[in-house]
């Protein structure tokens, strides 16, 4: 038998129910306030001159990614393809190239008003392997080497001309210790391997902007090294518009103070600075992990090693909010220095951190979730801008 509920309890029990009516639209409305405006942070720093961009996969440009169209159209204005303009993608045999994905990818940029970058020409790793044996089987020639380069980049550049405001003509060419790395470019062709891949570029799309593209670019030695280039490139007269520091970045690594000294000694060469691959690894790394993004670099996954499956804690989504606003808070110092900034990814969901180095993670590494929504921190980051 129900007891009768006195006057008072009924008041009570509706005094009660209002209030959590109350909280509850407070935290809606405040979660709603929390999350960025779609395309707020590409229009102020537009403002700035700076395009804000993201390197993006097939799947996502077939529109296969459930709402990831919607949120790259509007909140990039510029885009890579993250892996099928790659010469082993695009160049897989001698005289035969795949121009599917890339043409897909370009034809998405070109009907959604997106600048189009080139990603990536000359490059040690993903590279067309058959390039470095002859017929028999030897490793190729100099000569033979330096024309199948050039025609690479001429094929592929005049393929886009006027399609692609810029390339990554050569990535990672130089060592954290400031040496040039060795690979088949440098040891068939020999260390002018750099300076004729520009050569090549410039002469086949002369509209074309060109860059050099690294990652760990706050190591001095390496900034010493890059910088050695380009006052050698401007002595020659070769065209190099801008230097992407890839800022494949830790919430150890790398030291802001260096980073920040990288950015200001390229843009003090007159050149360009652009952010090209950023991304925050807030996954535990294997232990001596030197903040590298060799993507060759692998490692066994640990349950250890994965500690965010279910999301961040409270204390590391604080970390992820102070880490994006120190590097973001340098890229407004000096925002008239730079012209490009771009994310390694769209969103969590696909970013390569969720398999690198080690397979089968769940990594939290860019502003859009996994249901490609903008991250709160995006906000205070517009504030730098403003
Ligand atoms: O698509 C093929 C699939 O058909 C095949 O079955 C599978 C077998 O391994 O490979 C798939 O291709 C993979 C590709 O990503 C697309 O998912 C390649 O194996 C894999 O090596 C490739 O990894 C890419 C990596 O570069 C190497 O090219 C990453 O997605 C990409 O994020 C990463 O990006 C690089 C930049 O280009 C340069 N700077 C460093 C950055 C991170 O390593």
């Not at 809606?28 to 390197?55: C, F, H, M, R, Y």
């Not at 086949?204 to 900034?223: G, H, Q, T």
């Not at 992407?244 to 790398?254: A, F, I, K, L």
């Not at 060469?269 to 294997?286: C, I, R, W």
Request: one cysteine or more.
């Amino acid at each position: 038998m129900p007891v009768p509920l006195s006057i008072n309890m009924k008041k009570y029990l509706i005094i009660i129910s209002l209030l959590a009516m109350t909280l509850s639209m407070q935290a809606k409305s405040k979660k709603k306030s929390d999350t960025p405006a779609p395309g707020a942070l590409k229009e102020v720093l537009v403002k700035n001159g700076i395009l804000l961009g993201a390197a993006i996969n097939q799947w996502e440009v077939a529109g296969e990614v459930p709402g990831a169209v919607p949120a790259i159209v509007a909140n990039f204005n510029s885009a890579e393809a993250e892996n099928c303009m790659k010469a082993e993608v695009i160049h897989p045999k001698e005289g035969v190239y795949d121009w599917k994905l890339a043409d897909e990818f370009i034809d998405f940029c070109q009907r959604n008003n997106i600048t189009a970058i080139g990603h990536c020409l000359v490059w040690h790793s993903q590279p067309a392997k058959w390039m470095f044996k002859d017929k028999n089987g030897e490793p190729a020639s100099r000569p033979l080497l330096i024309e199948r380069m050039k025609e690479h980049i001429f094929t592929v550049m005049q393929r886009y001309k006027g399609k692609v405001k810029g390339w990554d003509v050569v990535n990672e060419a130089i060592l954290d210790d400031g040496t040039l790395r060795v690979s088949p470019w440098s040891e068939l062709i020999g260390p002018d391997w750099i300076e004729l891949a520009f050569r090549f570029a410039h002469e086949a799309d002369p509209d074309a902007e060109l860059y050099i593209n690294d990652f760990s670019m706050a190591k001095p030695a390496k900034r010493e090294a890059y910088l050695r280039l380009i006052r050698d490139f401007q002595q020659k007269g070769i065209r190099i518009d801008a230097i992407g520091m890839q800022s494949h970045n830790g919430v150890d690594y790398p030291d802001v103070v260096e980073y920040e000294k990288t950015l200001e000694a390229y843009a003090a060469t007159g050149l360009k600075v652009m952010m090209t691959e950023l991304d925050l690894n807030m996954l535990p790394n294997p232990k001596d992990w030197d903040g590298s993004a060799e993507v060759n670099k692998k490692a066994a996954y640990e349950e250890a090693m994965n500690p965010y499956k279910k999301g961040l804690t409270l204390e590391a989504q604080k970390i992820f909010n102070d880490r994006y606003l120190a590097f973001f808070g340098i890229y407004a110092r000096h925002k008239e220095s730079i012209s490009r900034i771009n994310f390694w990814g769209a969103s969590d969901l696909n970013s390569w951190l969720n398999n690198w180095p080690i397979k089968g993670r769940t990594s939290y590494p860019l502003i859009l979730d996994r249901q490609y929504k903008l991250k709160p921190v995006v906000n205070d980051i517009i504030k730098l801008f403003e």
